[in-house]
């Protein structure tokens, strides 16, 4: 069976400072791959996805960018943090069409 | 542009008191529907995928169906452990690596009181 791990499940990190969220997807290959944040009140908010090793889409201009430096491993990273950066991030997987299954989230608090 | 609306917001039910969730949707050709449970402080749980208008799918107390503007997650005699958000997505049936994306809804709180 396919499972997606998300590391950490907690994060308080000062303004300024950089940061690395990672995913792995076990028991499928090629998936596509997502990072979603997720604010109070305004749902789930795309920013990336990845349909290859090596092949990243933006949605929205920021601070963060994303990598598929392995076909089942997606990051997330920022160089320098800022406060607008804090919320629930959620990497998933899906394979062609189909839904999407996600891990259990990282709450990342810049303080 | 694609739009997902869910409502209400939030509801609250008497356990045993059946009711329905509502998800009226925006999208230039729909390739696919989704509904998820979201536990406070957990990732969504998959929980179906409707494809087609007049399509239903049941899994326990609930009961997800389609119509060409918007989708019904129905609640059958509800239990205090159903109390979750639960949110709404549509997958738009465009060409390309952006046809994977999924746009959510913001999801409806519901609470089952015993």
């Known amino acids: 069976s396919q499972t997606i791990h998300q590391w950490p499940a907690t994060l308080v990190q000062p303004v300024g400072s950089p940061l690395s969220l990672e995913c792995t997807v076990e028991g499928t290959s090629n998936p596509n791959l997502y990072w979603y944040r997720q604010a109070a009140g305004r749902g789930l908010q795309l920013l990336f996805y990845?349909?290859?090793?090596?092949?990243i889409s933006s949605e929205v201009p920021q601070n963060l960018s994303a990598s598929r430096p392995q076909d089942r491993q997606f990051i997330l990273s920022s160089k320098k943090l800022l406060l607008s950066d804090s919320g629930f991030y959620l990497c998933a997987w899906s394979q062609g069409f189909t839904e999407a299954f996600f891990g259990q989230g990282t709450r990342l608090t810049v303080v | 542009e694609d739009q997902v609306t869910q409502s209400p917001e939030a509801l609250r039910l008497q356990e045993g008191e059946s009711s329905s969730l509502n998800c009226s949707y925006t999208v230039s050709g729909l390739r696919g529907l989704f509904w998820y449970r979201q536990d406070p402080g957990k990732g969504p749980e998959f929980l179906f995928t409707?494809?087609?208008a007049g399509e239903e799918k049941e899994k326990e107390r609930l009961k997800a169906t389609l119509t060409k503007k918007e989708s019904f997650l129905h609640i059958t005699a509800p239990k205090p452990e159903d109390s979750a958000t639960y949110l709404c997505?549509?997958?738009?049936?465009?060409?390309?690596?952006?046809?994977?994306?999924?746009?959510f809804g913001k999801g409806t709180k519901l609470s089952v009181i015993p």
């Open positions: 990845s349909v290859g090793i090596g092949q």
């Open positions: 997505a549509v997958q738009a049936a465009y060409s390309g690596a952006g046809s994977y994306q999924l746009t």
């Open positions: 409707l494809y087609s």
